[in-house]
């Protein structure tokens, strides 16, 4: 066979796998953007605008949205306080254990949701040491938003923690080095070198915990039915009235959520990256 005609076979096969690799490209992106956009499309087209409006003039409605916005700003502030150190730590150090504090830290992204609700409450019982600890410092969970900021803490923490640490893990250690050489202690080096360099990361950490708290449900109901964030309202209204009351509360946390979140992703860009 001459060679010509294997090196057009080879670039005929070449030709026509790299059309398959394109097209399934597409296609899976395609199908991933529907599987998504679809029922969040199906959601906003769904309410009448007699009941959205309606939904928006009811103070329950906006009370449980602002409940649950708050309250998951709140964990996101908590998880950037105090998780810094704890990502600082595991991006910079080598230490025997890391392995099991860091697959801890992970663990609640995968236990199941009633399980952090029912492992909050044995903690905090008034049976155990640390619950009346807690009730003599007047610090109640069941049924209060403490509770409910404690459950959002609990599961949004890990998607900060693990931002912030692979933004650590980015910056190289010599510029840290340099600025301890030139006399800058530990704490001036951190705010002045490693923050700077890697509020990006923590910024989308923060966001990400946002979002997961933002979303949370099975928790909530177990440890704070009362008062209501919006998930949980959603349910009430759902099976106390079904889809047409229920799809309007859905609508405005997905519309709050979504200018929430691209305000913050912007943010989050470098400068002049505008896309």
């Not at 860091?102 to 492992?119: C, F, K, N, T, W």
């Not at 693990?162 to 301890?180: C, D, F, Q, T, Y």
Request: glycine share 8%.
């Amino acid at each position: 066979m001459p060679e010509t005609t294997l090196r057009g076979g080879s670039g005929f096969m070449r030709s026509f796998s790299g059309r398959i690799f394109h097209g399934w490209m597409l296609a899976s992106a395609a199908l991933v953007l529907l599987f998504i956009g679809l029922p969040m499309l199906s959601t906003l087209a769904s309410p009448t605008w007699d009941v959205f409006v309606e939904t928006l003039g009811d103070k329950d409605v906006m009370a449980s949205v602002w409940l649950s916005m708050s309250t998951s700003a709140t964990a996101a502030a908590i998880a950037f306080v105090f998780g810094t150190p704890l990502a600082y730590l595991l991006a910079r150090n080598e230490f025997p254990g890391k392995k099991v504090v860091e697959s801890l830290v992970d663990l609640p992204i995968m236990i199941p949701h009633p399980v952090v609700g029912i492992a909050l409450l044995g903690l905090t019982s008034p049976n155990t040491a640390f619950g009346q600890m807690l009730q003599s410092m007047g610090i109640e969970i069941m049924g209060t938003t403490t509770g409910i900021v404690a459950v959002l803490v609990f599961v949004g923490v890990p998607f900060y923690v693990n931002a912030a640490k692979s933004g650590m893990e980015s910056i190289p250690r010599r510029l840290e080095n340099v600025s301890r050489s030139l006399g800058a202690g530990a704490a001036a080096t951190f705010f002045r070198i490693t923050l700077p360099l890697c509020w990006r990361y923590m910024l989308v950490g923060m966001i990400m915990c946002m979002a997961r708290a933002l979303s949370e449900f099975g928790a909530i109901i177990i440890v704070a039915y009362h008062p209501m964030v919006a998930p949980v309202l959603m349910y009430e209204r759902f099976t106390a009235y079904g889809l047409q009351y229920s799809q309007p509360v859905a609508v405005i946390l997905i519309l709050v959520s979504m200018v929430f979140f691209l305000l913050l992703r912007t943010l989050s860009l470098p400068k002049g990256n505008n896309s």
